[in-house]
């Protein structure tokens, strides 16, 4: 990896600068504008859900009764775990949230994964086809976008009111909403109801800024170890210094990095179980 872009090199910040920004329908000129379509994030979140459904259309047709072979192992294993942690935390009809869970643990995984790509492979590789031009930016790790975790824990956010009207109706869920937590008295209604719209806002945002923060982070990272690569600029001396810190450090980070992929993708399908189950719990 080496930071360098098009024609000219640019600097460290306009290295990193560059590698940040998402290929976009306009320039985002606000914190929230809706007219402004990350068109990457966007399709490698559609890339991923459609492998997702792949793996797992593969594992239901390729399994057997008999002796498994190790990608069916693999996808039992996933699915003997999701089931666990799914019992333990659904008291009901679990038909659904199972497949559910194991759907957002592959998916989420495989988004994050995307982060072990080289960072600088993406552009060479639109480089190499011409498409320069076309395509300024790309990033292709759709976890690293603010956009697209928000998006992912708005779709949680439905669940979450869609399961709290299926399981209590909606009488028992708006008497819920006003009686809990400080109790019923009519003088408590408007308190209780602020301080649970609050609740959902929070699970839903701290979901998402979860999820972003963590690979956001690591791509960061990543980044400011791919620089290391440039230090022959500026001189013979910290040319080794800089291949051996490019090589160590982004091996080593790479590695350790394959943790905080499967971590972030379990806690999120941790916290999606939680919410869910607790729109099965009544006050």
């Known amino acids: 990896m080496a930071a360098s872009e098009g024609k000219s090199a640019l600097d460290p910040s306009g290295y990193i600068a560059h590698h940040l920004q998402n290929f976009s329908t306009s320039h ?6 809706i007219n402004v379509w990350n068109l990457d994030t966007l399709f490698w979140s559609i890339f991923c859900g459609l492998v997702t459904i792949i793996i797992l259309y593969c594992a239901a047709r390729k399994s057997t009764s008999g002796v498994p072979g190790r990608f069916q192992c693999a996808v039992e294993m996933l699915v003997e775990m999701v089931e666990d942690q799914s019992k333990s935390m659904i008291h009901g009809n679990r038909s ?11 998916w989420v995984a495989l988004m994050n994964s995307l982060d072990l790509v080289p960072v600088d492979l993406p552009t060479r590789l639109i480089g190499w086809l011409g498409l320069s031009e076309a395509l300024p930016h790309m990033r292709i790790v759709p976890t690293t976008d603010l956009n697209g975790t928000l998006g992912i824990a708005l779709g949680v956010f439905v669940l979450m009111i869609y399961y709290n009207f299926k399981i209590k109706g909606a009488g028992g869920f708006a008497h819920e909403l006003l009686s809990a937590p400080f109790g019923a008295h009519p003088l408590l209604w408007i308190p209780n109801l602020v301080l649970n719209i609050i609740e959902f806002v929070a699970k839903t945002v701290s979901l998402g800024m979860r999820l972003f923060g963590n690979m956001y982070a690591g791509e960061l990272l990543f980044l400011l170890i791919a620089l ?3 230090l022959w600029n ?9 291949f051996l810190g490019h090589v160590i450090a982004g091996s080593v980070w790479a590695i350790f990095h394959i943790l905080i992929v499967l971590l972030q993708a379990f806690i999120f399908m941790m916290l999606t179980l939680v919410y869910i189950g607790q729109a099965h719990d009544s006050h």
């Open 28 to 33: 985002q000129t606000s914190i929230f504008d």
């Open 96 to 106: 659904y949230i199972a497949p559910l869970a194991l759907t957002v643990f592959i």
């Open 228 to 230: 290391l690569g440039s």
């Open 234 to 242: 500026f001189g013979a001396d910290t040319t080794v210094l800089g």
